[in-house]
Structure formats: structure tokens, C-alpha cells
């Protein structure tokens, strides 16, 4: 692999061995962080880790992706597999990575002072058990088919999580007490009785398959911001008389929902956006923006 001279069009610093003087000089105010994706020597994780810490509200990205039918050359020369390299940054606060040939999340629990953690989807169905041990992340996105996710619900400062592509979700019972706020991208799931249990104040489903009882939401009294973006199976808003605090609802692409009066029931709802509706009753919307 070619070393890089200078920051990546995505701003990111990309780097690699052997380090040049460039590539260790102190990050400008507009780039994110540092990225790497090819394996470094124990030496050169060891610069990059000095360095970061000099700057916390940077963020170290390890992307290595698969490579595509019709290149004639691989993308990677040396699979990165585990996160074991993680034990030279005890430091760094902010990690992503987007790793395809990843086996193990195993490496994350010498991240102690992490705060901002993203983990990209891979093949692998990975344990989420290593995340259990940051007790000081405050933000978290997951992709993919991750098991043992309540160890989530131990974590005392997560406020945000963000999950992509969990199919078949039994429920949501690993939603941690300090929780604020929770996406759901794609995936599926039946259940969501669990938010009932919640104190959140944002909450976004996007694409998940199977969810078609959005009853649950109705005991969310905290909620200030709810999405609904494409739920093929929702056939019914829930009832809306109890979230005092909500003011903002995006209804987007529920294709069998034919009535919007539930949103009615909201008190204190300032702002309503509602998007392709293709099943929506014509009376049943007539009273509702009239209303």
C-alpha cells in the first residue's frame, strides 16, 4: 500500500508504516480524525495513540472493506480480524470501525475513557459482551447481526444508541435506564412493549420489518421527537393523549396507514410532517390538517 501525503477527501488523516512527519503532525481543526486500513506496526499504533491524545475530539476510523466481483486486485493485502491493536489507546475517546473480515469485538474493553463508539456491519455475528466494560460511552451505533446485546443495558451513561440491520430482535429489553435516544435502521422486530420502561426523548424506526404495534409508544410520556419512515406493516398510529412533551412527528412512507386523526390526541404537537401516504383515507386526512 501506498503511504498517504495527506488528509483523505473524506477529511479524515489517513496513515500508514512507515509514519512520515506529516502524517504525525497535529491534526488541523476541520478534520474528524485518523484513518488506517492496512495494519501498522506496534511502534507507529503507538505514535497514532500519542497523537490523538493531544486531540480527544478526534476520532481514530479503521475501515478495511470487501472486495467488489469485478476488481482484478484485492482491496486488502493484510485482513484486520480482531481489535486487539486497541490496546495501545486507553485514551482515545472516539472509535469507529468498518472492518468486513472483523470475527471478534474482542479489543474494545481497552477503550475505558471511550465515549463515541460506531461499529459498521460485518459477516460475522459478533458478541456486543467487550461494549459491557465502557462504562463511560455516551454514544453508541451498531450494524449488523451483533448477539448479546443486553450487556447494553448495564452501560450507566449511554444516552444514545443507534442500531442497523438487527434482524429478528426479540424485543427491547437491553435499552439501558439513562437512555434518550434510539434509531432503529432497518432490521426487524415484533416487540416493543420494553419502551414502555423508557425515558426517551427521541425515537426513530427507519425500514424495520415485522413491527406493526406501535401501541407501546403511547407510555413514552417523555418523548419530544417521534419517526415512522417506511413501516410496511403499521396499519394504525398509536394513541398520542399521554406524550405531553411531544412536538415533533414525521410520518414517512407507511403505506398501509388510512388514518391520521390519532395524531390529534397529541396536546402539545407543534410540528407535523407526513409524507406518502398511499392507503390514507381522504375524510380521515381532511379532518386531521383541518383540525
Not at 70 to 82: N, Q
Not at 176 to 186: G, V
Request: proline share 8%; glycine share 4%.
Amino acid at each position: 500500500m501506498t503511504s498517504a501525503t495527506s488528509d483523505s477527501i473524506e477529511g479524515y488523516r489517513d496513515v500508514a508504516s512507515p509514519l512520515t512527519a506529516q502524517m504525525l503532525a497535529p491534526l488541523p481543526p476541520h478534520c474528524p480524525g485518523v484513518s488506517i486500513i492496512e495494519p501498522l506496526n506496534d511502534g507507529d499504533y503507538q505514535k497514532v495513540a500519542e497523537l490523538l491524545s493531544e486531540s480527544p475530539d478526534k476520532e481514530l476510523y479503521i475501515s478495511q472493506l470487501e472486495t467488489p466481483e469485478w476488481s482484478s486486485r484485492p482491496f486488502v493485502e493484510h485482513p484486520i480480524t480482531d481489535l486487539k491493536f486497541l490496546r495501545f489507546f486507553p485514551s482515545l475517546q472516539r472509535f469507529a470501525c468498518n472492518l468486513f473480515y472483523l470475527e471478534s469485538l474482542d479489543g474494545l474493553q481497552h477503550l475505558s475513557a471511550c465515549v463515541r463508539l460506531r461499529i459498521f456491519k460485518s459477516p460475522a455475528r459478533l458478541s456486543a459482551a467487550p461494549i459491557g466494560e465502557l462504562t463511560g460511552l455516551d454514544y453508541l451505533m451498531l450494524d449488523g447481526q451483533i448477539r448479546d446485546l443486553d450487556t447494553l443495558k448495564t452501560l450507566p451513561n449511554l444516552t444514545t444508541l443507534s442500531l442497523g440491520y438487527a434482524r429478528k430482535l426479540p424485543g427491547l429489553g437491553f435499552l439501558p435506564a439513562r437512555l434518550r435516544t434510539f434509531y432503529m435502521n432497518r432490521g426487524s422486530i415484533t416487540d416493543i412493549s420494553a419502551l414502555a420502561d423508557t425515558h426517551l426523548e427521541k425515537l426513530s424506526f427507519f425500514k424495520v420489518g415485522a413491527l406493526s404495534d406501535l401501541s407501546p409508544i403511547s407510555q413514552v410520556t417523555s418523548l419530544h421527537h417521534l419517526q415512522l419512515y417506511h413501516l410496511r406493516e403499521v396499519t394504525d398510529l398509536p394513541d398520542m393523549s399521554a406524550l405531553g412533551n411531544l412536538t415533533d412527528l414525521i410520518i414517512d412512507d407507511l403505506k398501509n396507514l388510512s388514518d391520521t386523526r390519532p395524531v390529534l390526541t397529541a396536546p402539545h404537537l407543534t410540528n407535523l410532517t407526513v409524507t406518502n401516504l398511499p392507503s390514507i383515507d381522504p375524510q380521515a386526512w381532511e379532518q386531521t390538517w383541518k383540525t
